[in-house]
């Protein structure tokens, strides 16, 4: 076992850099920083327990900023204080699910690292927006799913699913992710040899459970504000969709009065802001969107995979504002410069993610951290489907909350494949090929113009890389860690 002060002595490392990066950006303008969905959420915390049930934002964000603004200091302060904490712990998180995924503690630190001088997301902890609480609930619902892969005990199960019902009171595209994570957790059980009766009751019990408590908070929205959902919000995404996919025109007759006022605008929300779309819950605007889509879902769905593909790399630096004569205003522009550069390593993440949940169930009962890596590699995906489905802008905003699993998938991967051709001379030369075709693809995949050559060229490096993987499970993924989460 590797002594306690290793990985301690690297945690303490994480939270000082973590600490100092966060620190300059707040002394840069010590203030929080509001934009378009800020005035909601703070209307919504001063109004709870009043406002918990309600269509315009989730409730989740809300009861962070009311709590925070019990702290000494008042609401900003306090806010920028938690939100400045929930970052640091989802540093240390990220450094033990690397940890656990890779098996090595040097190859954890540097993905902590990377998730610790990240100016994208620290720069969350000053702005009125749910990317931070969205981050924490997730990586710790990661930690409680991956801690639950070690013997199955059911209670880690339960927590993971109480974590992800209050993410999805966060953020409600996670509303279905426990119809797709216990059955993948269930192949692995299977392969491993422990479903049992008692691992099915939990999990089908888990699912209920989940499913009851998201179901609940939308019969209180029927009850209170006459919409069954969990937000209406997704009405006006999906107006926003059609209008970005030029799919206005494809309106059913019934809908042929309201195409010359959609079209009239760029924006959903002018749109929903002016009769006759503004409607109570944008119910129209919803109806309209929905009939365009049941009426061309292949169009649609095509549409879809073409944003997934062409926003898996993209970042939303608007949200960052560094004042470049306030203090460290040179250094921090310098390295949002660098995370910039890194985002669009995220483009070959989506096929790496599919080769480790291939591998992840294949390998199942004799490779430990091919599951965790397969649980991570569902996770982005997920995410990244989910997102480009129900959302119309701000992708990489929506998706921050899986920035952890993300870099831990895409520096694990490379890395892993790297330390096996240095230390394995006959697979040497096909493990840095590999990693030059994988970092190759960072360059070429944005320039292919076609949906379908890119879906091809994915699927393609997916792949390779599970073919890869499986070949060299035995030593790819060998570490000194044989129980990763005790």
Same mark, same amino acid.
């Given at each position: ?46 109004a ?37 904490i ?48 969205a ?15 070690? !013997? ?67 019969t ?18 999906l ?26 605008? !760029?924006?959903p929300w002018?749109l ?6 503004? !409607? ?6 919803? !109806? ?8 061309d ?27 470049? *004569?306030g ?24 096929p ?38 129900v ?32 230390? *394995?001379?006959?697979r ?59």
């Amino acid at each position: 076992m590797v002594p306690v002060t290793t990985w301690l002595r690297q945690v303490i490392a994480l939270l000082g850099i973590a600490s100092a990066v966060l620190a300059a950006y707040i002394a840069n303008s010590p203030r929080l920083d509001r934009f378009g969905d800020s005035p909601t959420y703070e209307f919504m915390a001063s109004a709870l327990p009043g406002s918990f049930i309600s269509t315009s934002r989730m409730p989740g964000y809300p009861l962070l900023i009311a709590i925070s603004s019990w702290l000494p200091g008042g609401k900003e302060v306090g806010l920028i204080a938690t939100q400045a904490i929930l970052i640091l712990a989802a540093v240390v998180a990220t450094y033990a699910i690397a940890r656990a995924a890779t098996g090595h503690d040097w190859m954890a630190f540097l993905i902590a690292l990377v998730l610790a001088t990240d100016l994208l997301i620290a720069g969350y902890v000053r702005i009125v927006m749910s990317e931070t609480l969205a981050v924490i609930l997730t990586v710790a619902m990661t930690v409680a799913i991956l801690r639950y892969l070690v !013997d199955f005990r059911p209670s880690y199960l339960w927590l993971a699913a109480g974590l992800l019902v209050g993410l999805t009171l966060t953020r409600p595209e996670w509303a279905l992710l426990i119809v797709v994570l216990v059955p993948y957790l269930l192949l692995i059980a299977h392969r491993r040899r422990r479903l049992n009766r008692s691992v099915l009751a939990h999990s089908a019990a888990t699912i209920g459970a989940v499913l009851l408590a998201i179901g609940a908070y939308c019969t209180g929205n029927l009850i209170v504000n006459s919409y069954f959902g969990l937000s209406s919000v997704g009405n006006v995404a999906l107006l926003g969709k059609v209008m970005v996919y030029g799919m206005v025109d494809e309106a059913p007759a019934r809908y042929s009065w309201l195409v010359p006022i959609v079209k009239s605008s !760029d924006s959903p929300w002018t749109l929903v802001a002016s009769p006759p779309l503004n !409607d109570r819950n944008f119910s129209l605007a919803g !109806d309209f969107a929905k009939a365009i889509i049941i009426h061309d879902p292949v169009r649609f769905g095509q549409d879809v995979m073409g944003t997934a593909i062409t926003t898996v790399g993209e970042h939303d630096s608007v949200f960052i504002v560094i004042h470049p *004569d306030g203090p460290f205003g040179r250094p921090l522009q310098v390295l949002l410069v660098v995370d910039l550069l890194r985002y669009r390593g995220f483009l070959i993440v989506p096929p790496l993610a599919l080769a480790w949940v291939l591998a992840g169930v294949i390998l199942a009962g004799v490779n430990r951290r091919a599951e965790i890596m397969g649980v991570l590699g569902l996770l982005v995906l997920y995410s990244w489907l989910t997102s480009s489905a129900v959302t119309f802008g701000e992708f990489e905003r929506v998706r921050m909350a899986i920035n952890p699993a993300e870099t831990t998938i895409l520096i694990g991967t490379l890395l892993l494949i790297l330390l096996l051709g240095l230390k *394995d001379a006959s697979r040497r030369l096909p493990a840095f090929a590999l990693v030059a075709i994988d970092l190759a693809a960072i360059g070429f995949l944005p320039h292919i113009s076609s949906t379908l050559l890119s879906e091809v060229a994915l699927l393609a490096l997916a792949a390779l890389n599970a073919f890869a993987i499986l070949r060299w499970s035995g030593r790819l993924t060998a570490a000194p860690h044989p129980d990763p989460l005790p």
